[in-house]
């Protein structure tokens, strides 16, 4: 598999991501007990976690433990603190357009960190990404939430920052993706327990509808997704990762029209399409120049002759 093939599927398997975490906004909704956001989050990262770790007995050293931690907070912890807290007070739509400033931040943050040129083909991603979002996403007879909306601001900014740290940090030696994956997971679930623990009431009863609700956000939603998210930051640039993040709402846009029966237009049709054209135009090898050139050969070549 040469080098432009193994960033096609390296490509793939990270979207495939987005596309799960998509179905946190109906899962939430319909199947977890409601106003439990802080438990709910650390029940969905602490066992995924202590999975891995017990499974790939991987102990941290040095930097490491502080470096994970902090990743852990970053990427898992505050940031499904705030995505649970985003969906229990907005529609998931609503949700995933604030999510969807992360890409801006994380262009800001590489521009400053690895000094990556910002190039006019990021800029435009960046405004095709927000325009598309906002045309699935929003409708005119929803209400906004200022805790909500906080929420979503809050849970851009941390998963933005995580994102960008954990490509400048790298992995420790002879550790694998598994392996940090699970230490992640565990600092960030850690993280919420005792918050959880001071501010909400664990539900006395769990319904069989719960418990598969917080298995399928804790094993598919977290342990799964999360080593193919890491492994994409480990081979993909981090902008383009962070466009990726906004198939999300259009997975929650495509749930919401099959199980809730919520009606698709032909303008969020459009807006997705925007979302595609700006995961392509975060590529790196991505340039005005290249579209130009591209368009032109394809105006410039002759049709085939019929035999």
């Known amino acids: ?14 979207a495939l991501v987005p596309l799960v975490w998509g179905s946190t906004y109906l899962v939430t909704t319909q199947f977890l007990p409601p ?11 602490l066992p995924a976690g202590l999975i891995l770790v017990l499974l790939q007995r991987k102990m941290l050293q040095g930097h490491w433990w502080w470096r994970a931690a902090l990743l852990g907070v970053l990427n898992i912890g505050a940031f499904f603190y705030f995505l649970f807290l985003a969906a229990y007070h907005l529609p998931g739509g609503i949700a995933a357009l604030l999510m969807s ?11 400053i960190l690895f ?6 083909t990021q800029i435009l991603a960046c405004l095709c990404a927000a325009l598309g979002v906002a045309l699935v996403a929003l409708r005119s007879d929803v209400m906004l939430n200022t805790q909500g909306v906080t929420a979503g601001l809050a849970g851009a900014f941390s998963m933005a920052t995580g994102m960008v740290l954990a490509k400048k940090f ?8 598994l392996a940090l994956t699970g230490w992640q997971l565990t600092f960030g679930g850690l993280a919420l ?30 342990l799964v997704t999360y080593a193919l998210w890491f492994r994409g930051i480990a081979r993909l640039p981090a902008l383009t990762v962070s466009f990726l993040s906004l198939l999300s709402p259009l997975t929650a846009a495509i749930l919401g029209a099959i199980f809730l029966g919520q009606t698709l237009t032909w303008i969020q049709f459009g807006g997705g399409m925007l979302v595609l054209v700006s995961v392509y135009l975060s590529q790196p090898q991505v340039s005005f120049f290249g579209l130009g050139s591209a368009f032109r050969k394809q105006l410039s070549s002759k049709p085939a002759q019929g035999g």
């Open 115 to 120: 000094r990556n040129p910002v190039r006019a």
């Open 101 to 111: 400033i992360q890409p801006v931040i994380v262009l800001i943050y590489s521009a």
């Open 193 to 222: 327990v005792p918050f959880a623990l001071m501010t909400e009431s664990f539900p006395e009863t769990l319904t069989l509808r719960n418990i598969g609700g917080l298995s399928y956000l804790s094993l598919l939603g977290a």
């Open 35 to 45: 106003g439990i956001p802080l438990t709910a989050a650390a029940l969905r990262a």
């Open 1 to 14: 598999m040469d080098n432009k093939s193994r960033q096609r599927f390296d490509l793939l398997i990270t």
């Open 170 to 177: 790298g992995r420790p030696d002879n550790m694998s993706l």
